[in-house]
Structure formats: structure tokens, C-alpha cells
């Protein structure tokens, strides 16, 4: 069978730096997170802020492994980490508070992937 690799050299660049991470920190979250950056995009999800709203606490840190759409309305203050995020959903994250962050920031401020939930 044959495999294919990824084009996209953000993408490769970021499997690559998961599974550094988890190597360094010990930390299981990376692992997994670039196991599943692996799989074929059509896998990746599609999540709306009414989602995140309704399955989240304020203060809470997001890792979608996808992108973030703006359908829906944000009322507590979270943390979002994603690969993409539409311009309406970064304008109402920010407005309730929040932050919208790429996968290679939230690796970076938080090495061991403590307190971290995963939405799909």
C-alpha cells in the first residue's frame, strides 16, 4: 500500500515539532495530537463557537484539530488553540475575553499539555 505524505510544510513542520515536544516534556497530548495530525485532512474538525460554548468553563484551554467557525455566540472567556480560525470566530473570541492561538503557541507556553482539552 502506498503512503503519501503531507505537502503542506507548516503541517510537517508542526507533526515533526509535536513529537519533539512529547519526547522533551514526557507529555502524552503531543503524541496524540500529531497521530491525529497525520490522518487525512477530512478528518480534521470543523467546530462552531456554540460548540465550544455549550462544552466549555471560562478560563479553560481549547485545542481543536481543525478550524474554529464563527456560527454561534461566545459568553465566558476561553483559550483556543487551532489550526485555523474564520476571521468572525477570532473577532468574537476576543470580544468575550479570550484568545485565539496557533497549535505552535500553546505548545510553546504550555510544554507539558496540562489542563489542556481536545473538541472534535
Same mark, same amino acid.
Given at each position: ?14 507533526? !515533526? ?7 522533551? *516534556? ?19 474538525? *470543523? ?16 485545542? #481543536? ?6 456560527? !454561534? ?6 483559550? #483556543? ?7 468572525? *470566530? #477570532? *473577532?468574537?473570541?476576543?470580544?468575550? !475575553? !479570550? ?16 489542563? #489542556?482539552?481536545?473538541?472534535?
Amino acid at each position: 500500500m502506498k503512503t503519501l505524505k503531507k505537502t503542506n510544510p507548516r503541517l510537517v513542520r508542526l507533526i !515533526g515539532d509535536l513529537k519533539g515536544a512529547s519526547r522533551e *516534556a514526557d507529555a502524552a497530548i503531543w503524541r496524540d495530537l500529531a497521530k491525529r495530525l497525520e490522518k487525512p485532512r477530512r478528518s480534521y474538525a *470543523a467546530i462552531n463557537l456554540s460548540k465550544i460554548n455549550r462544552h466549555t468553563d471560562a478560563d479553560e484551554s481549547i485545542l #481543536v484539530i481543525g478550524k474554529v467557525l464563527g456560527t !454561534g455566540d461566545l459568553d465566558h472567556k476561553v483559550t #483556543v488553540a487551532a489550526l485555523s480560525f474564520s476571521s468572525q *470566530a #477570532v *473577532a468574537k473570541i476576543e470580544s468575550a !475575553g !479570550g484568545k485565539c492561538l496557533k497549535i505552535e503557541d500553546l505548545m510553546k507556553t504550555n510544554p507539558s499539555g496540562t489542563k #489542556v482539552r481536545i473538541l472534535r
